[in-house]
Structure formats: C-alpha cells, structure tokens
C-alpha cells in the first residue's frame, strides 16, 4: 500500500485530522434494538430531526477514513488537470477527476498546439 510522502506534499493538516475524527465521534454508529407491534424487535440507528448533518457527516468522515486506510487507497491519486486540487481513485487509463477536468486539459492541448502552428 502506497503510503503519503511527507516530501511531496501530502502530510494531511492536523486541522483537517482533527475535522474527521470530530465528526467520526459525534455521533453514535451503533444502531439500537427497537420493539414495535408490527416488526417486533429490530435494529435501526434513531436519527432525530437535529442531528441529520452530523450524521451525514459523520458518514462521510467514516467513508473517507475507510478510503484512506482500506485497499483501495494505493489508487488514489491528484488529478492530472493543474488547477485542480481534487483525487480521483486512478485505475485504467483514468487521470482526471471528471469529464469537465479532462476537457479543460484537452482544450489546453488543442489551443497549444495551434498557437504552435501559427508561430511557425
């Protein structure tokens, strides 16, 4: 597994550590036995109206670390578009985040090489 290398830049910000694992402890992830008449007894995590986003959060913190510490992280990899400050699971051919990324190098290219040929 490819780990970050703190000499290119990828050292996460204590701050954004911090982020995560606040979020991943704010809320309770086990979900708690229920009893009614028509089910009978089964499990459901109970989610009042006032936490939503921080259970929204909170799942989004779990994917990420899962991400970051599962088999999959050797794959994840920067986009390939300088602008862009966003990752992308790398696999195939695959080097930028999304179609628009993509594009915006292409039409990078296409505009380089005919300012190129007009120069000649």
Do not use: F
């Not at 510490?69 to 985040?97: I, K, M, Q, V």
């Amino acid at each position: 597994m490819r780990r970050p290398d703190p000499a290119a830049g990828l050292t996460p910000v204590p701050t954004a550590l911090s982020a995560v694992n606040s979020a991943l402890t704010s809320i309770p992830t086990a979900a708690l036995l229920l009893w009614d008449e028509h089910d009978g007894p089964h499990r459901a995590a109970a989610c009042p109206p006032d936490e939503i986003l921080q259970r929204a959060l909170a799942t989004l913190a779990a994917d990420a670390a899962d991400l970051l510490t599962g088999p999959d992280a050797e794959y994840l990899t920067p986009c390939d578009s300088a602008p862009c400050n966003r990752y992308l699971l790398r696999h195939g051919r695959r080097h930028w985040c999304s179609t628009r990324c993509g594009d915006r190098v292409r039409a990078a290219r296409a505009y380089a090489r005919r300012a190129q040929s007009k120069s000649r």
